[in-house]
């Protein structure tokens, strides 16, 4: 079983696929995702949560209403027997024979495989939520994300504080660090976000530090648009086309343990042959 940890050697680097693995007809937040994440190499599988009108888990990204599922409501508007009969739209914009998802009907297929459930966008669930979570006996497999707040930290400690919890924190707040450390909480790591190379995160040496506490740092290297700068443009974009090294190699230079991207297969090689 994967044991997060920081890494010994930049070939260690651990893999997240964002929503699993999305492509063609497969889209992103399904069963479908998660096992071709699996199958080109990633250890962990970032997933989104969204809460139903009837008060039902899905792994489904807010947000993209009108794109998935042609719908005209915000998501949570939406009834277990409005979403059972919906069909998710490909990247064509076709339908396929994908409804929306039930966290907790997916989760159980992935205990005991060799992966981390990397759980996103549940934050404000947590009450509830966390609980549920707490009693799948997964928490050797998961991977709780979310911005800290107070009220946030409140109810991890109180709701789900065995959970192993990932902090997302940008250069602009790194305080938020020693926020997580006063909360009797699993804090296992920090997403850092970053818009330039002269980030207070390497002036301070922060992922230095993650790691002599033995917490982890976890990148981003997404690039969802134009204006989409989470990693100082060291992103998935200019490591496809052409400068791996400056994109997954530099992060990995740095010395983050885990990258996050949407091409799992290209990234694992790059690091298996750098």
């Known amino acids: 079983m994967i044991k997060l940890k ?39 599988i970032e997933l989104d949560v969204a809460k139903s009108k009837d008060g039902t888990y899905y792994l489904f990204h807010t947000g ?27 990247i064509f914009n076709d339908p396929t024979n994908y409804a929306p998802e039930k966290v907790f009907d997916v989760l159980p297929k992935f205990k005991g495989r060799n992966c981390i459930m990397n759980v996103d966008r549940s934050v ?8 549920k979570l707490d009693a799948l006996g997964m928490n050797d497999q998961l991977l709780l994300k979310a911005a800290p707040s107070e009220e946030a930290l409140k109810n991890l400690e109180k709701y789900g504080p065995k959970i192993p919890f990932l902090a997302i924190i940008s250069d602009r707040n790194l305080d938020q660090i020693e926020l997580c450390e006063k909360y009797k909480i699993n804090f296992a790591g920090v997403e850092l976000l970053f818009t330039e ?56 230079d740095k010395g983050f343990d885990v990258i996050q991207t949407d091409y799992i297969s290209a990234l694992k090689k790059y690091l298996a042959e750098r």
């Open 6 to 44: 920081p890494i010994k050697s930049k070939k260690d680097i651990y893999i997240a696929g964002h929503r699993g693995s999305q492509g063609g007809n497969v889209i992103g937040n399904t069963t479908a995702a998660f096992m071709a994440a699996l199958y080109q190499g990633a250890e962990l």
């Open 64 to 90: 993209e209403e009108k794109l998935r599922l042609h719908g005209r409501k915000h998501f949570e508007e939406y009834t277990d027997k409005e979403l059972a009969k919906m069909r998710m739209h490909n």
């Open 124 to 131: 404000k669930y947590w009450e509830d939520f966390l609980p």
């Open 197 to 252: 190379d002269s980030s207070p995160i390497f002036e301070k040496g922060i992922v230095e530090k993650l790691h002599r506490k033995g917490r982890i740092a976890y990148v981003n290297a997404l690039q969802w648009s134009a204006e989409c700068n989470l990693n100082a443009w060291h992103n998935d974009e200019v490591s496809i086309t052409g400068n791996p090294d400056a994109g997954w190699g530099w992060l990995a």
